[in-house]
């Protein structure tokens, strides 16, 4: 059987902290290289490219990888954390 990724993260569950997101983006740094790769790493696709030539993060549906924590290591583009207690993906549903 073959099951497509947007089929297998659909199976997942999320819980928003409204107002708390925990990626976020210097917006003085949203047109950093590091930031439009994250738009075809990411797994959850919550990297998108404006048409302004910057990115925009959703972190919504974030799998807490922390892909694009180590790929913009250093480059002062992203601040991530975990959210609080309670809050992000569950993967227990897949
Ligand atoms: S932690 Fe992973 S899933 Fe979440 S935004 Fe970063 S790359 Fe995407």
């Not at 696709?45 to 404006?50: I, N, S």
């Not at 549906?61 to 954390?81: D, K, M, S, Y």
């Amino acid at each position: 059987m073959t099951l497509k990724i947007e089929e297998k993260l659909y199976q997942n569950r999320y819980r928003v902290a409204e107002g708390e997101p925990h990626v976020c983006i210097d917006p003085s740094k949203a047109d950093s290289e590091a930031l439009k790769a994250m738009v075809n790493i990411c797994p959850a696709g919550c990297y998108v490219a404006t048409d302004e030539g910057k990115v925009e993060v959703v972190p919504d549906g974030c799998l807490e990888c922390g892909t694009c924590r180590i790929v913009c290591q250093g480059t002062g583009a992203l601040q991530w954390g975990y959210p609080q207690g309670g809050y992000g993906i569950l993967f227990k549903f897949g």
